[in-house]
């Protein structure tokens, strides 16, 4: 069975510094590659999507991320984090035709002033 | 704004006692899904319907049901709530199938069970 593993369950980190959460599914076919981001109080919205095409993929709010196929990881960046970026973080992985996710167990992000 | 709605936000019901959960939408989408998210957990799904056509994962447990009315409201029933049910109920929608589509998330119910 396909699985979604998120490496990190919480980071702190101070304003500016940078931040990268690591992400690795497994399932050797064709892949869609989401990350979703939940801000405190908030429901669940789309950050980034990666399909096909140039692996390093831009989102929202200058987060990017960079999908590795050899690797099979999906690992999001932001050069430097910003009080508001505390949130809690999932990747997420998209592989049949009703676009049903599997996601990762989140990392809670917590970002001091 | 268009959003998915989730009714009601904390939910509290006593062990063996049915309950159920709303979803609304008014995005006009056609899939509707739910997951359940235990504390620290992946959000797990449980159902997913495209338009009427219902679709259960092979590990939901017979407990819980689902219905879909219309195109705006979607409905989980948990028939016989055990304690290990208490999680966050998500509900999410998507414009069309397909494995490259956004999903639109409510807010999410928080279940207790007493």
């Known amino acids: 069975a396909q699985s979604v593993s998120q490496h990190n369950h919480h980071v702190i980190l101070s304003e500016a510094a940078s931040l990268e959460l690591g992400c690795n599914y497994s399932y050797g076919g064709t892949v869609n590659l989401f990350w979703y981001v939940q801000y405190p109080g908030q429901h669940l919205q789309l950050l980034l999507k990666y399909f096909s095409g140039d692996p390093l993929v831009k989102g929202i709010k200058g987060f990017e991320a960079e999908f590795i196929k050899s690797k099979f990881s999906f690992n999001l960046r932001k050069p430097s984090v910003q009080w508001s970026d505390t949130a809690e973080y999932f990747c997420?992985?998209?592989?049949?035709?009703?676009?049903?996710?599997?996601f990762g167990a989140g990392t809670q992000v917590v970002v001091t002033p | 704004d268009a959003m998915v709605i989730q009714n009601p936000r904390y939910q509290v019901t006593q062990f063996g006692k049915p309950v159920t959960l709303s979803c609304s939408q008014t995005l006009n989408h056609n899939v509707m899904y739910w997951y359940q998210q235990k504390s620290s957990q992946a959000p797990k799904l449980l159902f997913h319907y495209y338009d009427k056509d219902f679709n259960n994962e092979a590990d939901t447990p017979d407990n819980f049901q689902s219905r879909r009315p219309n195109t705006s409201f979607c409905f989980l029933d948990i028939r016989s709530p055990g304690l290990g049910d208490a999680a966050m109920y998500l509900c999410?929608?998507?414009?069309?199938?397909?494995?490259?589509?956004?999903?639109?998330f409510g807010p999410g119910t928080r279940l207790l069970v007493l």
């Open positions: 997420a992985v998209s592989t049949d035709s009703w676009g049903k996710l599997q």
């Open positions: 999410a929608t998507s414009p069309e199938r397909g494995a490259r589509k956004t999903q639109y």
